[in-house]
T-cell receptor
Framework: GEDVEQSLFLSVREGDSSVINCTYT??????LYWYKQEPGAGLQLLTY?????DMKQDQRLTVLLNKKDKHLSLRIADTQTGDSAIYFC???????????FGTGTRLQVFP | DVKVTQSSRYLVKRTGEKVFLECVQD?????MFWYRQDPGLGLRLIYF???????EKGDIPEGYSVSREKKERFSLILESASTNQTSMYLC????????????FGPGTRLTVL
């Protein structure tokens, strides 16, 4: 079945850029998503990219999609302590309303 | 402001008890989902529903059942709670068009003793 993989932890210094990576197996993915989960809260959609795009930029966030390698990344510029959270990659296929989530990457930002 | 609410933030139950987790959304969404979240395993889909009285099993339905009698409400039922069902439970809903963003509730942390 479909699978989405992420590394579990990332630690960066405040002000640096963070890059969170994700790989997926479903070649029929239509949308790919990045969700953010702050401590004690549910998930919130951060950004998404349609599968026919290579890149999407939204303020400090840049999403890169390499369809050939089935690799998705989220870059956060000028990372702040408020960016500390768990980030989930997810993908959906055209024939289902379900999302497949990765394991989540815990981003820790230190001063 | 769109909203998904869950009946409890924290719940402590004993082994063998019947447990009800309630989820309500105010967005008139067709689809609703129940996930459990465990460290290192991400979100795993338990059940989902694409319409009133309709349900489909997700990846880990064993030990759970669901009920959707009204469009806005989706309940998760643990018929006989066990300690391995201690987890964070997240409810989500989505419409059927566009980017299919799933909107999540705040979660219920269930502890089974």
């Amino acid at each position: 079945g479909e699978d989405v993989e992420q590394s579990l932890f990332l630690s960066v210094r405040e002000g640096d850029s963070s890059v969170i990576n994700c790989t997926y197996t479903d070649s029929s993915s239509t949308y790919l998503y990045w969700y953010k989960q702050e401590p004690g809260a549910g998930l919130q959609l951060l950004t998404y990219i349609f599968s026919n795009m290579d890149m999407k930029q939204d303020q400090r966030l840049t999403v890169l999609l390499n369809k050939k390698d089935k690799h998705l990344s989220l870059r956060i510029a000028d990372t702040q302590t408020g960016d500390s959270a768990i980030y989930f990659c997810a993908e959906s296929s055209y024939n289902t309303d379900k999302l497949i989530f990765g394991t989540g990457t815990r981003l820790q930002v230190f001063p | 402001d769109v909203k998904v609410t869950q009946s409890s933030r924290y719940l402590v139950k004993r082994t063998g008890e019947k447990v009800f987790l309630e989820c309500v959304q105010d967005m008139d969404h067709e689809n609703m989902f129940w996930y459990r979240q465990d460290p290192g395993l991400g979100l795993r889909l338990i059940y989902f529903s694409y319409d009133v009285k309709m349900k489909e099993k997700g990846d880990i339905p064993e030990g759970y059942s669901v009920s959707r009698e009204k469009k806005e409400r989706f309940s998760l039922i643990l018929e006989s709670a066990s300690t391995n069902q201690t987890s964070m439970y997240l409810c989500a809903s989505t419409g059927t068009s566009g980017k299919r963003e799933q909107f999540f509730g705040p979660g219920t942390r269930l502890t089974v003793l």
